[in-house]
């Protein structure tokens, strides 16, 4: 087995998520293998999104059924009202908000190790452009020298070693040698095309993976935003506030289902890649790069041979035949021809270059370096990249499951509500207990006092033989009205106040509260009897 297959091994996910079936939109069984350009593969990915797109509709239908059956099915106002329906809203609500938690929480997660493994993916790839791009630059610069260069030198040469033939013979034969390292460099493959392509391929990844982490990012925003309104309106029973986040529930339940659809797609398909990604590779490739060659770098074993190593050698040795040359005729032609010896250091600074460049392309052109690249891409790609897109399916199901949750509790607090609102208004305004006679009371400035000292039971006569005193409006503070309403039962309510400003007891009370009352009258009437008496 090849170094890159021990290193390179797909996950255990990727297997799970290729071995899901494969259909298009015909309903028909399509290839499994990752063919992004096929119509029948891409139905096949589109199918996927279909079903998540099911999955929502039957998921509104039971949403709408359950609406329906809580319209149509309507019980008295006094079993809404009952204690074990308010739990069941609070459990539904508390339910509701801890998934939500949850599935924000995996959302993150799983958005995070998306980001991570598509980041790796492009600085890989980037890296490998860049590798490619100094191959290229290396191969155009050395036979740019020696088209140009050496042949400016050689032609200065000729004209010095004119009278020479064996110098002549020389010069032509360094002509060979540098025409051979220009075929040779015209043999290697030309990586212009492929690195233009890594070159956009990474950019247009890197442009999407970023829209797609920010709308994630907001998605899971948005999505705890509504959770948590939606528990404040239920805690402040706020009826327009619930209404609206009924709204935006369902909207966040259409987001989530279409979210966990293009996940699945994406996710599928990812899988399909990296359980044999080298054929996708070999068949892009194919016309562009020798097989050979693109063998070479994907799977980098050293059993292997480089297809790179004659061109290279012959490359090497033409290099150092030439230098040989240059030396002998810097020691025997320059002292003959001095004006040769500028022309000949040239040469030998040229040949240096190049030798330089020589090593640096062998360095370039080894498999380990974009052997590496090439599997951190994968690892990027398969583990963090496809794991990430697992748990944000599982965030979106999740997500679905709370909002499928609080979508069923908002109508029945809705309802809770309007009973609790109806019972309410259907209180009698003149029964002393009810809060809006108390405010009644207290905004009425015609309403007329009696003082709470005068009983019908009293000693000193009837209410008929007294002279009320002229109404007036009281201006007892509240505090007062409290205390005296404390008396009566214990707890100080605003629903006695208006009881102690008619003056007259409530229409029934316990023993206790009749016996305070009696003691009171009893204890007013001794101390104010001198004033009243006929």
Known sequence: MSLARVDYIPP??????????????RFQPVDKSFQPEDDNYQQSLIFLGCVAAA??????????????????????????????????????????????????????????????????????????????????????????????????????????????????????????MADNVIKQLLGLPDWENAKLDLASIA???????????????????????????????????????LTTMMVFGVLALILSWTSLGADLATAVGTSDFCVSPDKFIMSQTKGIISADIVHYYLYCNQTLSNPFQQPLTIFQRSLTTMQIQIQGLLQIAVPLFPTAERDLLGIQRLLNSSEASLHQLTALLDCRGLNKDYLDAMVGVCYDGVEGLLYLCLFSILAACAFTVMLCAIPRAWRQIACRERDYDDIDEEDPFNPRASRMGSQNPNHTNLHSFCSYSSSMGSQNSLHPPAPAVSTAPMSEYMNQAALFGGNPRYENVPLIGRGSPPPSYSPTMRATYLSMTEQQSRHFGNDFQA
């Open 12 to 25: 255990w996910w990727t297997y799970w998520l290729h071995n899901f079936p494969h259909i298009n939109l």
């Open 55 to 176: 999955g929502l509709g039957l998921n509104l239908l039971c949403l709408a059924v359950y609406l329906s059956c809580l319209c149509c099915c309507r019980k008295d106002e006094e079993e809404e009202t009952k204690k074990p329906n308010s739990c069941c809203v609070t459990w539904s609500a508390v339910a509701a908000g801890l998934i939500t938690c949850v599935a924000v929480g995996v959302g993150f997660y799983g958005n995070s190790e998306t980001n991570d493994g598509v980041y790796q993916l492009t600085y890989s790839v980037y890296n490998a452009n860049h590798s490619l791009g100094g191959v290229d630059s290396l191969v155009t610069g050395t036979m740019g020298s020696m088209k140009s260069g050496l042949h400016l030198h050689l032609a200065r040469l000729d004209e010095i070693f004119a009278t020479r033939g064996d110098y002549v013979q020389t010069l032509q034969f360094m002509q060979q």
């Open 203 to 241: 950019d247009q990844t890197a442009n999407i993976e970023y829209y797609r982490w920010l709308t994630y990012l907001l998605l899971l925003i948005v999505d705890l935003i509504i959770c948590l309104l939606a528990c404040l309106g239920l805690a402040k029973q706020s009826r327009w506030l």
